[in-house]
Protein backbone atom coordinates (compact mmCIF):
# COMPACT_ATOMS: atom_id res chain seq x y z
CA UNK A 1 0.00 0.00 0.00
CA UNK A 2 1.35 3.40 -0.94
CA UNK A 3 1.15 6.08 1.47
CA UNK A 4 0.10 10.04 -0.15
CA UNK A 5 2.32 12.75 -0.26
CA UNK A 6 1.35 15.88 1.78
CA UNK A 7 0.37 17.33 -2.27
CA UNK A 8 -1.42 14.59 -2.86
CA UNK A 9 -3.98 14.81 -0.14
CA UNK A 10 -7.13 15.91 -0.51
CA UNK A 11 -9.40 17.27 2.09
CA UNK A 12 -13.07 16.90 1.47
CA UNK A 13 -15.57 16.40 3.18
CA UNK A 14 -17.59 13.59 2.80
CA UNK A 15 -21.38 13.85 2.33
CA UNK A 16 -24.19 11.43 2.44
CA UNK A 17 -24.54 11.33 -0.97
CA UNK A 18 -20.49 10.93 -1.30
CA UNK A 19 -20.98 7.66 1.27
CA UNK A 20 -23.84 6.58 -0.94
CA UNK A 21 -21.63 6.48 -3.57
CA UNK A 22 -18.85 4.41 -2.06
CA UNK A 23 -21.16 2.16 -1.01
CA UNK A 24 -22.88 1.67 -4.42
CA UNK A 25 -19.16 1.26 -6.18
CA UNK A 26 -17.74 -1.19 -3.33
CA UNK A 27 -21.53 -3.54 -3.96
CA UNK A 28 -21.08 -3.18 -8.02
CA UNK A 29 -16.83 -4.34 -7.17
CA UNK A 30 -18.49 -7.17 -4.97
CA UNK A 31 -21.21 -8.35 -7.99
CA UNK A 32 -18.64 -8.29 -10.44
CA UNK A 33 -16.72 -10.75 -8.25
CA UNK A 34 -18.99 -12.70 -8.61
CA UNK A 35 -20.15 -12.47 -12.03
CA UNK A 36 -16.23 -13.09 -13.29
CA UNK A 37 -16.38 -15.95 -10.92
CA UNK A 38 -19.38 -17.79 -12.33
CA UNK A 39 -18.35 -16.38 -15.82
CA UNK A 40 -15.09 -18.47 -15.16
CA UNK A 41 -17.07 -21.89 -14.00
CA UNK A 42 -19.16 -21.95 -16.91
CA UNK A 43 -16.17 -21.61 -19.27
CA UNK A 44 -14.43 -24.08 -17.68
CA UNK A 45 -17.74 -26.36 -17.94
CA UNK A 46 -17.81 -25.09 -21.85
CA UNK A 47 -14.05 -26.74 -22.32
CA UNK A 48 -14.99 -30.08 -20.14
CA UNK A 49 -18.07 -30.44 -22.77
CA UNK A 50 -16.04 -29.80 -25.78
CA UNK A 51 -13.36 -32.40 -24.34
CA UNK A 52 -15.91 -34.65 -24.52
CA UNK A 53 -17.11 -33.84 -27.72
CA UNK A 54 -13.90 -34.66 -28.65
CA UNK A 55 -13.64 -37.82 -27.20
CA UNK A 56 -17.50 -39.26 -28.55
CA UNK A 57 -16.23 -37.93 -32.04
CA UNK A 58 -13.58 -41.66 -31.51
CA UNK A 59 -16.25 -43.48 -29.82
CA UNK A 60 -17.88 -46.41 -31.93
CA UNK A 61 -21.71 -45.60 -32.94
CA UNK A 62 -22.73 -48.87 -32.14
CA UNK A 63 -21.61 -48.94 -28.37
CA UNK A 64 -23.87 -47.11 -25.75
CA UNK A 65 -22.61 -44.33 -24.11
CA UNK A 66 -23.28 -43.80 -20.21
CA UNK A 67 -24.46 -40.28 -19.79
CA UNK A 68 -24.88 -38.77 -16.68
CA UNK A 69 -28.08 -37.03 -15.33
CA UNK A 70 -28.06 -35.67 -12.11
CA UNK A 71 -26.84 -38.13 -10.02
CA UNK A 72 -27.89 -41.05 -12.54
CA UNK A 73 -26.20 -42.60 -15.37
CA UNK A 74 -28.42 -43.23 -18.61
CA UNK A 75 -27.34 -45.13 -21.22
CA UNK A 76 -28.23 -43.71 -24.64
CA UNK A 77 -26.77 -43.94 -28.57
CA UNK A 78 -23.80 -41.92 -29.39
CA UNK A 79 -26.20 -39.45 -31.71
CA UNK A 80 -28.59 -38.51 -28.37
CA UNK A 81 -25.45 -38.25 -26.80
CA UNK A 82 -24.31 -35.68 -28.94
CA UNK A 83 -27.35 -34.04 -29.20
CA UNK A 84 -27.70 -33.32 -25.44
CA UNK A 85 -24.39 -32.16 -25.38
CA UNK A 86 -24.78 -29.82 -28.00
CA UNK A 87 -27.96 -28.31 -26.08
CA UNK A 88 -26.16 -28.15 -23.10
CA UNK A 89 -23.25 -26.14 -24.79
CA UNK A 90 -26.06 -24.11 -26.65
CA UNK A 91 -27.27 -23.26 -23.10
CA UNK A 92 -23.78 -22.81 -21.88
CA UNK A 93 -23.21 -20.10 -24.43
CA UNK A 94 -26.46 -18.25 -23.72
CA UNK A 95 -25.89 -18.11 -19.73
CA UNK A 96 -22.50 -16.82 -20.82
CA UNK A 97 -23.62 -14.01 -22.92
CA UNK A 98 -26.21 -13.40 -20.35
CA UNK A 99 -23.35 -12.73 -17.63
CA UNK A 100 -20.89 -11.00 -20.06
CA UNK A 101 -23.60 -8.68 -20.63
CA UNK A 102 -24.03 -8.12 -16.83
CA UNK A 103 -20.42 -7.45 -16.55
CA UNK A 104 -20.57 -4.85 -19.14
CA UNK A 105 -23.32 -2.91 -17.63
CA UNK A 106 -21.73 -3.81 -14.19
CA UNK A 107 -18.61 -2.21 -15.51
CA UNK A 108 -20.38 1.22 -16.74
CA UNK A 109 -21.40 2.27 -13.60
CA UNK A 110 -18.47 1.45 -11.79
CA UNK A 111 -16.50 3.89 -14.18
CA UNK A 112 -19.53 6.35 -13.97
CA UNK A 113 -18.68 6.14 -10.02
CA UNK A 114 -14.94 5.98 -10.39
CA UNK A 115 -15.05 8.52 -12.61
CA UNK A 116 -17.40 11.23 -9.85
CA UNK A 117 -15.06 9.80 -6.61
CA UNK A 118 -11.98 10.45 -8.16
CA UNK A 119 -13.00 14.05 -8.98
CA UNK A 120 -14.07 14.99 -5.72
CA UNK A 121 -11.60 13.07 -3.81
CA UNK A 122 -8.91 12.69 -6.09
CA UNK A 123 -5.79 10.50 -5.18
CA UNK A 124 -7.05 9.90 -1.44
CA UNK A 125 -9.77 7.57 -2.54
CA UNK A 126 -8.78 4.08 -3.84
CA UNK A 127 -11.14 2.46 -6.04
CA UNK A 128 -8.70 0.19 -8.05
CA UNK A 129 -9.84 -3.74 -8.14
Known sequence: MKMLNPEEEREAEVTWEDQR???SFSLLNARMTNLESTYAEK???????????GELELADEDEPVKYKIGDSFVTLTLEECMKR?????EA???????LSEKMSGVQDKMGEL???????FGDSINLDR
Do not use: A, F
Not at 92 to 98: F, K, P
Open 114 to 120: KVLLKTK
Open 21 to 23: NIN
Open 43 to 53: SKEKEYLDDLT
Open 85 to 89: IEDER
Open 92 to 98: LDRDMEG
